[in-house]
């Protein structure tokens, strides 16, 4: 692996999740013949700055529809990235055409597809298996302290709890599109809080409607304040609200990003089986 590779001009910037030509979660993608030692892949993560960059390398030398992936923020590496898959899944389109790419992560089997539409490109991916389980109530008032909320703004429909669905997220639904508005914390307090617990970002939500979901990310354990798309949390919520017996329908749409002057929309579609993957999907825009 030569130095150049490396360089940070190597890696791609795409939006995912975008609204149109604008809005979206900026992610590096970074494309070679083999993925990097760790310590190199994190080291460029850092110098990029984005939230998470994908470092991807083909299966096979003859094989471009088969990937190892790995996704590394400023400050860790994560087991599993929405957004970045999106972009991934956007940049292989644009390379290698359009269709279904396998991505081989640490610890799951996933998939991305990528279409190409204009200037950008419509991308979706398979989650890993999702779960979910009632969340710590110690847990819970340490995270609303954190947030500055109190139990009067949660929403009971949605009790909060630990959702899986390739990460571990909390998700705390709020009861008003004001409480989410409000949301504000201090990053090493929550870089904390969520080492301690074990979580990649918390999800906060409220629900205009039952298929219509707006959403904030807060990313402390990745040293980043809050996300503008979250692919990962989105899997997550909906895999939580398929268990209990939410009427989505079988597909929900999130708003994020808006609080951050981002706005950014997700699309997640909830097969009625129980853990099943969510195909999540938006469009990914080159920046």
Not at 94 to 122: M, Q, W
Not at 174 to 192: Q, T, V
Request: charged content about 20%; aromatic content about 6%.
């Amino acid at each position: 692996m030569n130095e150049s590779a490396l360089h940070a001009d190597a890696v791609l910037r795409i939006a995912a999740f975008s609204d149109g030509d604008t809005g979206g979660n900026p992610a590096g993608v970074w494309i070679g013949d083999a993925l990097p030692p760790a310590p190199q892949m994190q080291a460029l993560a850092h110098a990029i700055g984005f939230s998470e960059t994908a470092f991807a390398a083909p299966q096979s030398a003859d094989d471009t529809r088969g990937w190892r992936v790995r996704y590394f923020s400023p400050e860790s590496e994560v087991p599993f990235c929405g957004h970045a898959t999106i972009a991934l899944g956007a940049a292989l389109a644009r390379r290698f055409g359009e269709g279904r790419y396998a991505l081989e992560l640490n610890a799951a089997a996933i998939s991305v597809e990528g279409k190409l539409d204009g200037t950008r490109v419509a991308a979706s991916l398979q989650s890993p298996p999702t779960r979910s389980a009632a969340a710590p109530a110690a847990l819970v008032d340490a995270a609303l302290v954190l947030f500055g909320y109190t139990r009067a703004d949660l929403d009971e429909r949605i009790p909060p709890a630990l959702a899986h669905g390739g990460a571990d997220h909390l998700v705390l639904a709020l009861n008003s599109r004001a409480a989410l508005a409000r949301m504000d914390y201090e990053l090493d307090a929550g870089r904390r809080l969520m080492n301690e617990a074990g979580l990649v970002t918390v999800v906060l939500a409220w629900a205009e409607t039952p298929q219509r979901f707006h959403t904030r990310n807060p990313f402390a354990s990745g040293g980043v304040l809050e996300d503008p798309a979250t692919g990962a949390g989105t899997a997550a919520l909906a895999g939580y609200l398929r268990d209990i017996g939410w009427p989505h329908g079988g597909r929900i749409e999130v708003v994020q990003g808006e609080d951050m002057g981002m706005r950014s929309r997700l699309g997640a579609e909830i097969p009625p089986e129980p853990g099943a993957s969510i195909r999540v999907s938006g469009t990914a825009r080159m920046m």
